[in-house]
C-alpha cells in the first residue's frame, strides 16, 4: 500500500507560480511511476504530468514549457512546478503513483485568477 498527500495548492494571478509537492510513504520502494493529474466539476480526471522508471517525464500538451515535474532521490517525493499559471489551469490536482495497483491522494486547490 501506498498513501500520499499533497500539498502547495492555492489561489494566485494569471503569469504566477505554484508549486505542488506529493509526499508518499509505505511501499515506496515499490513504486515505478508517480503523476498529476487534475479534474474540473462536470469533466474526466486528466494527465497533467508523470515520470515514469526508465521511461522518462511525459506532459500534457497543454503544460508543456510551463510545468516541470520532478521526484527526489529517494523516490518518496514528487513535485510539480507550475510557472505561467493561465485561469484554465484552475483544477484539483491529484498526485498518482503507481505500483501494480494506481494510488491517489486527496487532491489540492489550485486557483488561477484572470
Known amino acids: 500500500q501506498v498513501q500520499l498527500v499533497e500539498s502547495g495548492g492555492g489561489l494566485v494571478q494569471a503569469g504566477e507560480s505554484l508549486k505542488l509537492s506529493c509526499t508518499a510513504s509505505?511501499?515506496?520502494?515499490?513504486?515505478?511511476?508517480m503523476g498529476w493529474y487534475r479534474q474540473t466539476p462536470g469533466t474526466q480526471r486528466e494527465l497533467v504530468a508523470r515520470?515514469?522508471?526508465?521511461?522518462?517525464?511525459n506532459y500534457a500538451d497543454s503544460v508543456k514549457g510551463r510545468f516541470t515535474i520532478s521526484r527526489d532521490n529517494a523516490g518518496g517525493m514528487a513535485f510539480l512546478e507550475m510557472n505561467s499559471l493561465k485561469p484554465e489551469d484552475t483544477a484539483v490536482y491529484y498526485c498518482?503513483?503507481?505500483?501494480?495497483?494506481?494510488?491517489w491522494g486527496q487532491g489540492t486547490q489550485v486557483t488561477v485568477s484572470s
Open positions: 498518482n503513483a503507481m505500483t501494480e495497483k494506481h494510488f
Open positions: 515520470i515514469r522508471n526508465g521511461f522518462g517525464t
Open positions: 509505505g511501499s515506496i520502494a515499490d513504486i515505478w511511476s
